[in-house]
Each structure stands twice: as structure tokens, then as C-alpha cells.
């Protein structure tokens, strides 16, 4: 199976706080985890905040749906 893989879920933007959080899938050879970055940026668009949150295993098995 090799290194972890991610499957995007979805993304959110907000154009007036200037925030987007990306939604998606860790999968491992073990374990599927639900996980997600909210990032903000400033007026040129440079990232000036970002924080990683990891959640849920959603599978427990090598073969993910």
C-alpha cells in the first residue's frame, strides 16, 4: 500500500473572512481518518493562518471504498 494517500472530501470558502477548509481522507494501510485544514490568507493571498485538525477513523480495513 505504501505511503498514506488522501481522497479530497470537499472544500469550503469563505471570501469575506477570507478562510478555506479543505475537508478529506487519510487512508493508510490500517486505517481510514477523517481530517481537515483551515487556512486564512490575507489581501494578497498569502497564507497567514493554517491549522490541521484529525478526527475520525471512518474504516478499519486496507480496502477502502
Request: with cysteine; proline share 3%.
Amino acid at each position: 500500500f505504501g505511503p498514506p494517500r488522501f481522497r479530497l472530501d470537499h472544500v469550503i470558502v469563505d471570501t469575506t473572512r477570507n478562510e478555506m477548509l479543505v475537508v478529506y481522507d487519510r487512508l493508510s494501510e490500517e486505517t481510514v481518518t477523517r481530517a481537515c485544514e483551515i487556512m486564512r490568507f490575507d489581501d494578497s493571498g498569502r497564507q497567514i493562518y493554517g491549522e490541521a485538525l484529525y478526527g475520525a477513523v471512518l474504516a478499519a480495513s486496507a480496502s477502502h471504498a
